[in-house]
């Protein structure tokens, strides 16, 4: 039994060594930025998205909505 419980372990930590990657210890962020094609969004376009939402909530209200 215990010989195939460690069978067992040994299967799943191969499947997740193949999964899972290890964090690099140290990244830029110039590095990350160009690894995930980052593009940040303009001011103007993210202010126009907003006014697009036409919120009609305070923010107390919409506070109190995340915790129903």
Do not use: C
């Amino acid at each position: 039994m215990t010989k195939k419980i460690n069978e067992d372990l040994r299967a799943r930590q191969q499947e997740l060594g193949e999964i899972i990657k290890p964090i690099r210890k140290n990244i830029s962020i110039e590095e990350m930025i160009k690894e995930q094609n980052y593009k940040p969004l303009e001011r103007t376009d993210f202010f126009q998205k907003v006014d697009d939402l036409a919120i009609q909530e305070s923010t107390e209200e919409l506070i109190s909505m995340l915790s129903k």
